[in-house]
């Protein structure tokens, strides 16, 4: 091996384009007027440039960008799948580190109906988008014969916009094997077009609602003490290891862990293969609730002293990893493999926007009436970028964090894990013919209508006040 071959610096390349990318994105949005106020998370401004100068790349010179040989172009995977291999990953490894976290707080009755709601409200949100894209896709599959499209394409409208570019992709690439052509680009160009929604949107709700003088723009306080970057009796910043080195070590052992589980389970059940790895990020949260459950129990019977887990690092982490999750991801689109989608993926964009957003500020009007602005930007920028999104929306108002808008962003993930995830296994069954698509449509319609009777259950299922005696009954 020869350390001048483009091989062995294609991978270093691809990360070093992506982050720069990012970069050029922040300087974009100092240099342009107005751009910051629109706020495009930069991760999708770097990789919206790196696809422009792809999209260049191919149809001038016959091949993606990142398909030329200094990105690993003539090695066992091309660029662009390296692309698709680090959005994957990514995925998986952010949602680990966000897992691993650890939280002391205790709610109240009420806290805790507030939580378990907005995990409600977002497992809807994704029936919503899945129940539109499916009517959408099945219309359009039947009128417009388009090539490659398949009816249960609409159902990644609720993994674009609800959960973001990796698994967009990842059920994208398994409707491939169903007939999709182009399905994982189809994935990540909604994904995309979920960004541009939650920040338009979100911007204009904004100063709709500012101008109504029904919300104030709230600057963020800095944080200035310890206790920002981390807790009592914890491990020391600088030892024999690196405190950053002790928690990425955790993150990657504990995804490591996954993917042993995850191909163990494949031996077992090969017909599951596909689901199984889709379901690396899912794997992965699980695994983190045993390993904070021992690495407490340790700390408790005093063989571990200090406190290895710190939330501000493992917070670092996970934004490390979405934000390249994001730009790869972007950065991977082929639009020529879309081209002739174009129209459906317009129509699930703004139908979708149209949708989320009415349903959205439904809810919040009704069981988040004391913060229902705060949690409509954090709801909607969550449910058409990812969580993320969602936090730099609600920063805009609620800079402080004064009201329980970003508590219930974060911990709503359990519940809605318990209502989600046998719902998801839908989307497998989805693109094995028409009538799967149509009775999956028809499955999703029925379940958004019985959790939202479970949402509203305490203003359907209010008892009555009796009424006061007459004056004949006194």
Known sequence: MSYSDLNVWSFLIVISVLLFSMLFGNILRHVIPGLKKTLIPVSVMGGAVLLIISTITYYCAGDYLFNLPAFGGNGTFSGMQLLEMITYHTLGIGFVASGMRTSKK??????????????????????????????????????????????????????GFGQGTGQAMNFGKNFEDYGFVGGSNFGLTIAALGFLVACIVGVIYINVMRRKGQISIVEREKGNSLSDYEDENEISVVSSMDKFTVQVAIVLAVYAASFGIMYGLTKLIPSFETTL??????????????????LNKLHEKKIIKKQIVNNFMMDRIGGFAFDLMIVAGVAAIQIPLVVSYWSVLLIMAVVGALVTAFYVNF?????????????????????????STGMILLREI???????????????????????????????????????????????????V??????????????RKPAPPTDGEQ
């Not at 894209?133 to 159902?155: E, K, M």
């Not at 209502?419 to 799967?436: R, T």
């Open 277 to 294: 790895f889709g379901f690396n990020f899912f794997i992965g949260v699980l695994l983190t609730i045993p390993v904070k459950a021992v």
């Open 450 to 463: 019985a959790l939202n009777i479970l949402l509203f259950r305490n203003k359907i299922f209010r008892r």
């Open 363 to 387: 809810v919040c009007a009704k069981q988040f009436g004391a913060y229902r602005h705060e949690q409509f930007l954090a709801f909607f920028g969550m449910l058409t970028g990812t969580a």
């Open 106 to 159: 205790k709610f109240n009755k009420e806290r805790a109906g507030e939580v378990f709601n907005s995990g409600l409200t977002t497992v809807n949100g994704y029936l919503i988008q899945a129940f539109v894209g499916l009517v959408i896709t099945l219309i359009a599959a039947y009128l417009l014969h388009a090539d490659g499209l398949i009816s249960a394409a609409g159902i990644l409208l609720a993994f």
């Open 398 to 448: 609620d800079g402080t964090y004064r009201t329980p808008a970003s508590e219930n962003l974060i911990f709503q993930n359990v519940p809605a894990m318990v209502f989600g995830f046998p719902l998801m296994f839908l989307a497998n069954f989805a693109p094995k013919s028409d009538l799967s698509a149509l009775i999956t449509c028809i499955i999703v319609g029925v379940a958004f």
